[in-house]
């Protein structure tokens, strides 16, 4: 589904982003129940304009600043608190996810999902509801969608040192300046990491789940 910017203006909760937010990238879920969504996101803010300014926003909360711009990059990488109605309505139908991809540019919102057929209708009608998108496509899902079924030797090894070092355990034993540390590599670099291999490790998880588990209801 597609939205223009300037179309975005047509909802009040939108207003005040258009102004802060130059671009933002979904790079993936770090987090996703029916009752929370946080995820890892590249972000771009106008020049002049606070990164925290979107934390004034109800539907944003930053929970965590994982990279800012240097001489090399003029972004953020965030982790972000996301609970606007249409997020929520995603991650609480059943089994349905957005892409990594998806993402807020100057063309507007572009935002692509996978999942079962009754899970997109209802999301795509809620999107109809908040305010029409100015296209829809739909299709099978190419291989170049789908994630890969392997991680690499680079990625086994942030997750295998993140594992031992107590990031998966609750509460975490570790922040991720610890394994960057451990591995001589920068924050941004070990969170796309271990997003990158989470996300192979659950969608081949997803996929093997029962039948029972695979209905829409």
Not at 92 to 101: A, E, Q
Not at 174 to 191: G, P
Request: with cysteine.
């Amino acid at each position: 589904m597609f939205w223009r910017r300037h179309r975005l203006r047509l909802r009040d909760e939108f207003v005040p982003l258009l102004s802060v937010l130059e671009s933002c990238t979904h790079l993936g879920f770090v987090e996703r129940s029916k009752k929370r969504v946080r995820a890892l996101c590249r972000i771009k803010i106008f020049e002049g304009r606070n990164i925290y300014e979107l934390n004034e926003l109800p539907y944003i909360n930053i929970m965590e600043i994982i990279a800012e711009p240097d001489e090399a990059n003029d972004f953020h990488i965030a982790v972000l608190d996301l609970s606007h109605q249409l997020t929520m309505k995603s991650a609480s139908v059943g089994k349905l996810t957005v892409l990594p991809g998806s993402r807020f540019d100057d063309r507007g919102i572009t935002y692509t999902i996978r999942g079962g057929r009754a899970s997109i209708r209802a999301v795509v009608s809620l999107c109809r509801a908040l305010l029409r998108p100015d296209s829809i496509s739909a299709g099978n899902v190419s291989f170049d969608d789908l994630p890969s079924q392997s991680i690499s030797k680079r990625q086994y090894e942030v997750l295998s040192t993140a594992f031992e070092m107590g990031w998966y355990t609750a509460p975490r034993g570790c922040r991720l300046e610890d394994i960057a540390r451990r591995l001589e590599l920068s924050r941004s670099t070990v969170a796309e990491h271990l997003v990158n291999a989470e996300s192979v490790i659950v969608g081949q998880l997803l996929d093997g789940v029962p039948n029972w588990l695979d209905r829409d209801e």
